[in-house]
């Protein structure tokens, strides 16, 4: 699963909790039932209850959204943004249904509709931090760094203990050049979250790049004990390695990161094999 995958799930999710209508008790219990099941991780089950609600009150927006929310965690892309379409056409002022239906986008690559939806968010919420978080991240997709750390710098002012933020704004300053800076946001993100690898990561990616080698190699050491299965660790780590001189280290991380991933065989052999001839 991919690091984008990952954080839509965790951060993709704006349920409408309160219906704007007022409602019969049926309508109104298979709306709560469909809450309930959704927050206990049972989306299938959601799904059905949402179903139970739109029967009984088919102009509601909000179970349409909630309803997109649960599709959105089944994997069912298209069925959610099915969904948030009829809550935006019921509702155009439903941010909610805005901000899901951008990252419904985003997981489908459609990086410029995903930033039309964080577009609308910001202008009916103008502080509504995870929205510039959204879009930050859809621009640095874009490989428009600039704007992406913009849009990363007003979400900070706003929520400034989302670790998430300072990893996106460290990997668009480091797009950018700006390594110090990199290091300095990747440093943030590890304080706020010190058991994410990636972080660690990243920070020894921009140690590296500042020619600061030994605290590159020791924030690898801290992201291999946190995730010893990810091959790109110890291949990153064996290069710097390599760097250092240590040869045989070097090649036991090339190895290591081969036997993890098999489709680095191509890349790595010969590094192994130079290193060999050097030793």
């Given amino acids: 699963m ?4 990952r954080l839509l799930r965790r ?34 089950d959601s799904v059905a209850a949402f179903n139970r609600a739109l029967k009984a009150a088919p102009n509601s927006d909000e179970a349409y959204n909630n309803r997109g929310l649960a599709h959105f965690k089944l994997g069912q892309i298209d069925n959610a943004l099915k969904d948030y379409d009829a809550a935006i056409k019921l509702n155009p002022r439903l941010s909610e249904a805005f901000f899901n ?29 995870h929205a510039y978080r959204q879009r930050g991240l859809v621009y640095n997709q874009l490989k428009q760094f600039e704007k992406a750390v913009g849009d990363f710098n007003q979400a900070q002012k706003m929520a400034p203990k989302d670790a998430e933020i300072y990893y996106q704004r460290g990997l668009a300053y480091r797009r950018l050049g700006k390594n110090d800076l990199a290091v300095q946001d990747f440093t943030q993100a590890i304080k706020l979250e010190p058991r994410n690898a990636e972080s660690y990561n990243n920070r020894a990616n921009g140690y590296s790049l ?32 390599a760097r250092l001189g240590r040869s045989d280290d ?14 680095l065989k191509d890349s790595l052999e010969p590094l192994i094999a130079q290193l060999k001839g050097k030793s």
């Fill in 2 to 5: 991919t690091r984008l995958i």
């Fill in 11 to 44: 951060h993709g999710a704006v349920l409408a909790l309160f219906p704007a209508l007022v409602w019969g008790a049926q309508a109104q219990n298979a709306f709560n039932e469909g809450i309930k099941l959704y927050k206990a991780g049972k989306y299938a």
């Fill in 101 to 129: 239906r951008g990252n419904a986008h985003l997981a489908q690559k459609n990086y410029e509709r995903a930033a039309r939806d964080y577009d609308e968010v910001i202008k009916h919420e103008p502080n509504a931090a």
């Fill in 210 to 241: 500042l020619g600061r080698y030994d605290e590159a190699i020791k924030d690898y050491d801290e992201a291999i004990r946190l995730d010893s299965k990810n091959a790109k660790l110890y291949a990153n780590r064996g290069v710097i390695r």
């Fill in 250 to 263: 070097a090649q036991g991380d090339f190895r290591k990161a081969i036997e993890l991933d098999p489709a």
